[in-house]
Each structure stands twice: as structure tokens, then as C-alpha cells.
């Protein structure tokens, strides 16, 4: 390891565990200060060590029988992986075939092309989604094998995607008093303004209307609800690839992390303010017990304008109609998941959406700016909405050209064939979507050109399909994304109708290309 990558992962250490950088350097080191260097030092020792043994050599399980041999382990020097992962892993299968091996962040990962897409997303059995994205997410194990994934699952798609026109009601206001504001500051200060702050505090309060109800809609809250989605994003790892000591030494940067943001955001905010909320709001209440096999259901006449809380505890309640203790602390864990679901991919995805539309000519702007209007509706709604076809095209358009590389993952409950090789138990496995999203043979010559009216003929921004993958495909596909791609539109049109972005410098710059979705690009 060179002596300036230590010291700047050392510094990184002692700042993640709240000393001021300046202030660990500039002090003469006494007796104390050198043994905490010292305890600092043997856990870092321990932990790279438990970061290196896990290199271990792979082996089959043993519980599939055939002559099929393992892909070829590829070195792909970590330099490439994080600035250059499109070209750094195209190059890889292109060299040693449809599925290949590679390290990353101390772990060892299959890459596949997409003739595989099919066999990874329709066999749940072997290719698990619940798996791989608690690896991935650097989850905790409690949440493999619990109803966690199913319970979210069923929460969006039961509780949110149904009361899509009740929600764009109750949330449009949001989206149009802040674009008049956030325009107004830019105007005002003569200053550029952050859009992923804009786009993450409407959303946060949108969200926050749909999970509680509009009573619980504060400053507070709206903090608290902003704070938590960073953190969670924060702690699943979104950020990681950005940080030098992250990468190298993921497991004592997941410790320090999750140890951190736990105890500060979720245990003294979370609970300290929402959890009682929750509890008062759910223990105050009977509910009509809501079939579990067929949530979707619901035949109360009220419950239409219910907020997302007490849709799921509906799942939750007893015979009498009561939610036990445990039930409400699930119920927190959820809509805390809720909430971290729905704020930052969906804010992060605007940033696209706008700064692409920022760097197109004049008239493509005007033309998504009209497309709202035209749909011939007398106000805004989500039909409204769903039919701004040009703006819909931008935002497919966007989502499918962005460049996505490894942003699927699966992972192997058994060791399972692929093709002619086989994917040893418990590793993760990744489509490289790029290969998929820019394929001639299914886009044509275009593939990799930036057409703002490819789809207003249709299908539509949200239809997930095997050729376009920003919101995955089969069984576990995004549920939440109707509600993504209409908060996009409300946030891109209220911008629009009143302001003409513009980027600085007329362009903009990708900070990582390896997690395009989740972290924005900047001016
Ligand atoms: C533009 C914004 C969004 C993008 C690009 C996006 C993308 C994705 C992707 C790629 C997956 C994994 C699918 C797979 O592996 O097959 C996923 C899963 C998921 N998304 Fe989204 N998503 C977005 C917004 C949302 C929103 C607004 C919500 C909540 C309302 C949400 C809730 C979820 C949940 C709960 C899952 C886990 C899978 C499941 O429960 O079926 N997402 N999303």
C-alpha cells in the first residue's frame, strides 16, 4: 500500500469516527492519543485481513452434478472498474467469453451478456433477487430469508400504485410551490442552484404525504424524512465507489458506517420522532383485517385516502383489528424502507432528466415543455401525466442512454449452469446493461445516439421489458416505478413552465460511472 493512500484512508478512519482532521495532525501525539493510533491500527489490521481471507479460492458446492466448468476469473485492475467500468468489463467478454469473473470491492462477481438476461430474471429459484441485493446493499443477514422484500413489495404495489390519481392530487401542489421557489432563489442570488437538492426535498415531502398523511407534513418531518434517505442511501453503499478507503477496505468501512448512521439518524431521529407517530397513529386505531392474498383488494369506501401506513397494517391486524407491538416496529422498519425507495433513485434520475434536457437544442425543450399542456386536459393530472407522450420519450429515452453498467444483480442459492459454465453457490451475479441498452441488433444504428422521440410512439417510460432494464424485468421489477416516472414528469414540467435551464459551462460531468442511477451527475 503507498504511504499517501494510508494516511489518507487513516485520516478517513479517525474523521468517520468523529475526530476533526486538523485537529489529529497538528496535536503533538501524547500517550493516549498513541495508543488510540495504536487500537485504531490493530482493528484496521484485523479487518483488511478480514477483508483479504475472503479471497478464498472457489469451489462448487457439490449439489449440481455436470461436466460444465467455472467462467474465467478476469483481472480487471481496480482503476479500470471505477473510472472506466463500461469499456473495462465490455472488453472482458469480449475477450474471454459470455461470463466472466472479477473482483470488486473484495468480493468476486460474475459479469454475463445479455443473452443471459432471460435465464437470470425469470429463475427467482436459483438466481435470487432478495440474495443479491442484500449483498449488494450491505444489508444485514436478518433481512435474507424474512418477508422483508415481499412485504415492500407488496406495500408498493398494493398501498401506492392503485391511488396513483388520489396521490398526484394530494402531491402536485408540492412539486409547483417549490419549482416558483427554487426558480425564485436562482433568480435572487444569481447563483447556481442544486437540483438534486430541489428534486430530494419535494420528493421527501411527497413521500412523506403518501407514508403518513398530510397532518404530519412539518419542517421537521420533512427533514427528518430527507435525512433518513440520505443515510440509508449512504449506508447501503450508494456513495461508496466515490471513496478510495471504502473501496479498498469495504468491510470496516461497512462497521464504521452502519454503526455510525444507525445510532445518529435512525435510532435518535427515526425512532425518537416517526416511531411514535407510527405507534400512536396504528395503536389508535381497529382495523378491517385486509385479506392477505389478495391485498390489492380493498372494499372501504375510505380507505382510498388513507396514507400508505395504514394500508399495510391492515395486513398486520388481527382477528380484533389490532397491531401487536411486534407489527408496529415492522411496520416502522418498512415504511422506513418506503422511504429510502422512493426519494433518492427517483431525485437522482431528475438530475439526468433535466441536465440532458438542459444540453438540447431550443426546441426539444419547448416541445416536452408543451407536451403537458397539449394533452388537452384542463388541469394537471396523473392522466394528464401519463399522456405527455414527447416527455415521456425524453425521460425512456434518458433512462435507457444514461449508461448503466452494473446496476442488476442476482445471487446464486445453489451452484447453477450458465450456458456451458457454472456459477458457483452464493455469488453474485450482473448483467452489464450498457450491452443491452446499446445493442444494434435491438435499437438498430442508432443504438448509441441520444433520440428524444424514439418512443412517443410508445411503449411507455415505465414498461419494463428484456431490452430495457432501468427498472429490471420479471418478477422483481421495480414496483415503484409508475410512481418514479410521474414525480419525474411533475418535477421536469413545473420546472419548465416557468424557467429555461441552463447548465454552467453548457455541460455536465458523471461522478460515478459505476452507479450512474443513484449518484447524480454535477455541473
Ligand atoms: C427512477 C427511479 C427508480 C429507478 C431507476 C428504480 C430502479 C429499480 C431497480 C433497477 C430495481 C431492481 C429490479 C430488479 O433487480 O429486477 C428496483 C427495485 C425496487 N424499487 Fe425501484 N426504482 C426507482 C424508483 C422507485 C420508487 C419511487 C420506489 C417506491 C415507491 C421504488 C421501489 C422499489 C422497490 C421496493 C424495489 C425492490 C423490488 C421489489 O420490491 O419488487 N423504486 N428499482
Given amino acids: 500500500m503507498d504511504a499517501s493512500v494510508s494516511r489518507s484512508m487513516i485520516l478517513q478512519l479517525l474523521v468517520a469516527l468523529g475526530e476533526s482532521s486538523n485537529a489529529v495532525w497538528l496535536r503533538v501525539p501524547t500517550f493516549i492519543q498513541m495508543s488510540t493510533y495504536l487500537i485504531i491500527a490493530c482493528i484496521l489490521t484485523m479487518l483488511i485481513l478480514m477483508t483479504t481471507c475472503s479471497r478464498k479460492r472457489v469451489k462448487l458446492s457439490g449439489t449440481v452434478h455436470h461436466p460444465l466448468r467455472l467462467p474465467p476469473i478476469v483481472k480487471i485492475p481496480s482503476s479500470e472498474i471505477f473510472t472506466r467500468p463500461q469499456e473495462a468489463y465490455e472488453s472482458a467478454l469480449r475477450d474471454h467469453g459470455p461470463v466472466v469473473g472479477a473482483w470488486r470491492k473484495g468480493r468476486l462477481e460474475y459479469i454475463v451478456g445479455p443473452e443471459f438476461t432471460k435465464d437470470l430474471f425469470s429463475n427467482d429459484q436459483e438466481f435470487s433477487f432478495e440474495d443479491g441485493v442484500a449483498t449488494i446493499l450491505n444489508l444485514p443477514s436478518i433481512f435474507r430469508g424474512s418477508r422483508f422484500f415481499k412485504d415492500v413489495h407488496l406495500m408498493i404495489s398494493g398501498g401506492v400504485i392503485p391511488k396513483m390519481e388520489e396521490i398526484v392530487d394530494k402531491i402536485f401542489p408540492i412539486f409547483q410551490r417549490q419549482a416558483k421557489e427554487f426558480v425564485r432563489q436562482s433568480e435572487t442570488s444569481g447563483q447556481p442552484v ?28 420533512i427533514k427528518l424524512t430527507e435525512e433518513v434517505a440520505h443515510a440509508i442511501a449512504i449506508m447501503t453503499g450508494i456513495y461508496q465507489n466515490t471513496s478510495p478507503f471504502a473501496r479498498t477496505f469495504p468491510v470496516c468501512w461497512r462497521i464504521i458506517t452502519w454503526g455510525r448512521l444507525v445510532c445518529e439518524v435512525i435510532l435518535a431521529k427515526y425512532c425518537r420522532i416517526i416511531l411514535p407517530i407510527i405507534w400512536k397513529e396504528v395503536r389508535s386505531r381497529r382495523y378491517k383485517p385486509l385479506d392477505n392474498a389478495s391485498p390489492e383488494q380493498t372494499d372501504e369506501e375510505d380507505s382510498r385516502d388513507d396514507p400508505l401506513l395504514h394500508y399495510i397494517a391492515r395486513i398486520y391486524a388481527d382477528g380484533q383489528g389490532k397491531v401487536s407491538f411486534l407489527g408496529v416496529v415492522w411496520l416502522s422498519i418498512l415504511i422506513l424502507a418506503f422511504i429510502f425507495a422512493s426519494v433518492h433513485q427517483t431525485a437522482s434520475v431528475v438530475v439526468w432528466v433535466m441536465f440532458e434536457l438542459s444540453t438540447r437544442p431550443e426546441e426539444e425543450l419547448s416541445a416536452v415543455a408543451d407536451s403537458v399542456d397539449n394533452t388537452g386536459a384542463h388541469r394537471l393530472s396523473y392522466e394528464s401525466l401519463r399522456r405527455a407522450s414527447t416527455l415521456d420519450s425524453f425521460v425512456r429515452e434518458v433512462l435507457r442512454f444514461k449508461g448503466d453498467t452494473l446496476s442488476l444483480t442476482r445471487e446464486t442459492t ?24 446499446q445493442s444494434q441488433s435491438i435499437y438498430g444504428d442508432t443504438a448509441t445516439t441520444f433520440d428524444a422521440h424514439r418512443w412517443t410512439e410508445g411503449p411507455p417510460a415505465s414498461m419494463v421489458s428484456l431490452n430495457y432494464l432501468p427498472f429490471g424485468v420479471g418478477r422483481w421489477a421495480c414496483p415503484g416505478r409508475i410512481l418514479a416516472i410521474t414525480e419525474i414528469k411533475m418535477i421536469v414540467s413545473t420546472l419548465v413552465a416557468i424557467a429555461t435551464p441552463e447548465l454552467e459551462g453548457g455541460k455536465y460531468k458523471v461522478v460515478d460511472p459505476l452507479n450512474i442511477t443513484s449518484v447524480p451527475p454535477v455541473e
Wanted: aromatic share 4%; net charge negative; glycine share 6%.
Fill in 194 to 221: 442544486d437540483l438534486f437538492e430541489h428534486s430530494h426535498r419535494c420528493i421527501s415531502e411527497a413521500m412523506l404525504i403518501v407514508a403518513l398523511g398530510q397532518h404530519h407534513v412539518n419542517e421537521q418531518n
Fill in 414 to 437: 445453489r451452484d447453477v449452469p450458465l450456458g456451458e459454465f457454472v456459477i458457483p453457490k452464493g455469488h453474485l451475479v450482473l448483467p452489464l446493461t450498457t450491452l443491452t441498452h
